[in-house]
Nanobody, 125 residues
Framework: QVQLVESGGGSVQAGGSLRLSCAAF????????MAWFRQAPGKEREGVAM???????KYAESVKGRFTISKDNAKNTLYLQMNSLTPEDTGMYLC???????????????????WGQGTQVTVSS
């Protein structure tokens, strides 16, 4: 059973940076497709960034040029470097993963079978 544990959230002022981590446990083979989602109060969960098993990446338009998704296969850890944060980036950030092929709509929750509990990010103006 795959388990995902996020860390690195916190409170930061607008323009600041945070680095989120997601440690993955419970599988023996190649790191699966992994993604970061976020959910603000009263809003739908939205895909932020995805990294495929081959290292290719996708980003939501709202974070392109500011956020970078990466992974360390040796440590089974996923990262999200977030720069130039704005109050609109506030929310619970969740790590997600799956071993199956993910469609073009990588940002759809239905593609991911495994989810972490999330880490809160709060950006103040």
């Amino acid at each position: 059973q795959v388990q995902l544990v996020e860390s690195g959230g916190g409170s930061v002022q607008a323009g600041g940076s945070l680095r989120l981590s997601c440690a993955a446990f419970g599988y023996m083979y190649a790191m699966p497709k992994m993604a970061w989602f976020r959910q603000a109060p009263g809003k739908e969960r939205e895909g932020v960034a995805m990294i495929d098993a081959d290292g290719s990446t996708k980003y939501a338009e709202s974070v392109k040029g500011r956020f970078t998704i990466s992974k360390d296969n040796a440590k089974n850890t996923l990262y999200l470097q977030m720069n130039s944060l704005t109050p609109e980036d506030t929310g619970m950030y969740l790590c997600a993963a799956d071993f199956r092929r993910i469609g073009a709509d990588w940002y759809a929750k239905r593609w991911y079978s495994y989810w972490g509990q999330g880490t809160q990010v709060t950006v103040s103006s």
